[in-house]
């Protein structure tokens, strides 16, 4: 059964194959291994080049970095960045990257705005200073840290000061191996009736392999049919700086020692198919390092996972993953004792299969969805993290009376002679989404308010927006519609019920606070044949923006019978709506809280002060009330925490969380500055304000939503990061707000010059 995450897109940075090395067979493996466990979820890699001309990468590598060129890890943090990656995961290791002890990596880290998951591949006990500078650093920048051994994070913690609650041990991934008998194998190297020792992976002086071809006349007088097989190419940079001088000199050894028909050479890097018929027809496996510094060990995982009897030095993850019978341990070089377990081995049959069978067990965890899974819990965990990580410099709250100074370049950009785009990419228009009615009527509330404080340029740009809610109204439906292409085709005939209610709250801001005659009389004039058909809507939010827009025309045409009577109608309906779901655990208007919920108490607050009827007001201000406790953070100084719109709030369900949208800080503003006026209360002028610094940091993220480079609003808030797009809906959410708290709050507004 396929599983499922949050996290849409991981890159992987390390090695990768073709290239031949540990890192790269890690990294491609964990790579697939989360692609094939999580569908939903996009992998790619960004491996290091280590030599000109790179490798011929699969097509899940999207970027190349140059091992010794720190600029191409500064493009390389770039380029995730504005590729809306959720989440880097890192391998560690020193010499796969440039720079005193791999520190290039740190340039590269230092750049990325998404949370990062670095698995450790060494961990030493007696770093040089580079070395721990390094490992600190990338630490520091990690919000999780992966280590595959207990010796691993003792070490973080008690060597490099790393708090245990960052750390998750989680196996080398293996694949998924039956256990057979390796006669079975044996045929297909020739070896058949044969007993195996193998010890495989790039070959290097550090290996060992010497010490058990010294070994090995002792255990060819014993049992003259045994084979030692050496799998593997030698280590490429091994062959850079020496060739092949260590393979050779195995070579003549065997032959000094008389055993060189018991030892076969297989000099290739092998698939992973091949390796597992090898591993499969295997006796024994020997990892005969020289030093104890290794905190973890490939091959070791993979024929232990495979129920491998295993022989090793006590090297650090050896002692941990042998314990308790898994696997024998003999002393660094010395071949007399590595002689002996495996005579003892071969003659105790049970006891190696015992051995086996344990090893074979205990690898379950280690097979690749398990470590997948795993790693994915690890995932979760750093974005959730992530979000309470307070940047150096930021700041909670405004100052009383402070504002940031309007900026109107973005909404410019998004708009044309048609009127307001719908949606961008990143800054920059998207033509291919085209426009609707519900943001070309929030256009149309803006420019209206900027047209209230004075601002000249709502003179050039309220024209747009009005003329684009005129041409989408029907006469012959008494409707409007919403989506219009680029090359201004309507795509349907009539909008959705909420465009409707956002269009008349449109032409109702126009007609209460326009200080152009002209404009007023257009909107007039649709805001007349439209009103009546809302009747025919079931939205309650429609409803509500509706009645927000009715109170707005009422403040300047009070008399107007045919308003107040469907003003009367629906305030009736969101009255009824609330009095037959209200309880005291839940004091809403319907069974699910979602999107826009603000302007439901608004709407009812208004209905109360105007109409004038008490219970409304008491209604609005009751439910006002219990969705600022609902959307105000238990920690961190109380911030604003809208509903997210990935699931909403259910009653009797888990509220969601994210995505968090720039809209319901929006319609909170408005609805707060609403109670202010009607009661006085200064909790409602706060309320208002915690709201509104939502949009400049005070959130989840503490990640300013809106961009004062553009004046553009960026379209919400992910678990662990900005949606860096800055479309209309959320442009428009952070100027209306901007400009009913400048108006509520007497500011008097200053433009700065087009040029700033």
Request: glycine letters at 6%; aromatic letters at 10%.
């Amino acid at each position: 059964m396929e599983d499922h995450s949050t996290i849409s897109r991981v890159a992987f940075i390390g090695n990768y194959v073709p290239r031949q090395c540990g890192i790269a067979t890690f990294t491609t493996d964990l790579c697939e291994a989360i692609a094939a466990e999580y569908t939903d979820t996009s992998c790619i890699a960004l491996p290091v080049n280590d030599i000109e001309g790179g490798y011929s990468y699969p097509p899940r590598v999207r970027f190349e970095l140059t091992e010794k060129n720190i600029d191409s890890y500064r493009r390389a943090a770039d380029f995730l960045n504005i590729n809306n990656v959720d989440l880097v995961c890192l391998q560690f290791e020193y010499g796969i990257f440039g720079g005193k002890a791999g520190s290039y990596i740190l340039a590269f880290l230092r750049e990325l705005r998404m949370p990062i998951v670095t698995t450790l591949h060494t961990i030493l006990k007696e770093p040089s200073p580079d070395q721990r500078r390094v490992l600190e650093e990338v630490a520091a920048l990690s919000d999780r840290l992966v280590v595959m051994s207990e010796r691993g994070a003792e070490f973080l913690r008690e060597i490099y000061g790393v708090l245990p609650e960052k750390i998750d041990i989680i196996p080398h991934g293996i694949p998924d191996l039956p256990f057979v008998d390796p006669s079975y194998h044996k045929d297909l190297f020739g070896v058949e009736g044969k007993l195996v020792l193998l010890s495989f992976g790039l070959l290097s002086s550090n290996k060992g392999i010497e010490n058990v071809i010294a070994a090995l006349p002792a255990i060819v007088e014993r049992y003259p049919n045994v084979v030692y097989m050496i799998l593997g190419a030698t280590h490429p940079h091994v062959i850079q700086h020496e060739g092949e001088t260590y393979r050779l000199s195995l070579q003549r050894m065997a032959q000094e020692k008389g055993v060189e028909d018991n030892v076969i050479f297989y000099n290739r890097f092998v698939s992973l198919e091949e390796l597992v018929e090898f591993i499969s027809a295997a006796d024994i496996y020997i990892t005969p390092y020289l030093n104890e510094a290794q905190i973890v060990s490939g091959t070791l995982a993979y024929t232990l996972g495979a129920g491998k009897a295993v022989i090793s030095t006590p090297y650090w993850y050896a002692e941990e993953m042998l314990a308790d019978g898994r696997g024998t341990l003999v002393p660094f070089k010395d071949p007399a004792a590595l002689a002996r377990e495996v005579i003892y081995l071969l003659d105790n049959e049970s006891e190696r299969h015992a051995m086996r069978k344990r090893a074979y067990l205990f690898g379950r965890e280690m097979i690749w969805p398990q470590v997948a899974q795993r790693y994915m819990e690890s995932f979760e965990r750093a974005r959730a993290e992530r979000r309470h990580y307070v940047p150096p410099g930021f700041r909670v709250k405004l100052h009383e009376g402070e504002l940031p100074p309007l900026k109107l370049d973005h909404l410019r950009h998004m708009t044309d002679e048609t009127g307001i785009l719908q949606h961008a990419l990143f800054t920059v228009p998207n033509y291919n989404e085209g426009y609707t009615t519900d943001d070309n009527a929030r256009a149309l509330i803006v420019s209206t308010l900027l047209d209230e404080l004075g601002n000249e340029e709502a003179l050039e740009l309220a024209p747009r927006y009005l003329a684009f809610i005129l041409y989408a109204f029907s006469a012959e439906t008494g409707r409007f519609r919403n989506f219009l292409d680029y090359q201004r085709h309507w795509l349907e005939v009539i909008g959705s019920e909420d465009s409707q209610g956002r269009a008349l709250l449109a032409l109702s801001t126009v007609l209460g606070r326009s200080s152009m005659a002209a404009y007023r009389s257009i909107a007039g004039m649709v805001f007349e044949q439209a009103l009546s058909a809302i009747l025919d809507t079931t939205s309650p939010r429609a409803w509500a923006f509706t009645l927000i827009g009715i109170h707005e025309y009422l403040r300047r045409y009070s008399g107007d019978s045919r308003a107040s009577q469907v003003r009367d109608e629906l305030a009736g309906r969101l009255l009824a709506l609330y009095q037959n779901c209200r309880s005291d655990e839940w004091r809403w208007y319907e069974d699910e809280m979602s999107y826009c919920n603000a302007v439901l108490p608004q709407a009812m607050l208004m209905c109360g002060q105007w109409i004038p009827n008490n219970e409304m007001t008491e209604i609005g201000l009751e439910s006002l009330g219990w969705l600022a406790d609902l959307q105000r953070a238990a920690a961190q100084g109380g911030h604003f925490v809208p509903i997210g719109s990935n699931g909403f709030y259910k009653r009797g369900s888990e509220r969601a969380r994210f995505d968090q949208q720039p809209v319901e800080a929006q319609t909170m503003v408005s609805a707060c500055l609403e109670a202010y006026r009607s009661t006085g209360d200064k909790r409602w002028r706060r309320e208002a304000r915690r709201a509104f610094e939502w949009f400049l940091g005070r959130n989840d993220l503490n990640l300013s939503v809106y961009d004062p480079t553009t004046g553009g609003c960026r379209d919400g808030l992910h678990p662990d990061r900005p949606n860096e797009n800055q479309g209309a809906e959320s442009t428009l959410a952070f100027l209306q707000s901007l400009l009913e708290l400048r108006l509520a709050e007497g500011t008097i507004l200053t433009l700065e010059a087009r040029s700033q």
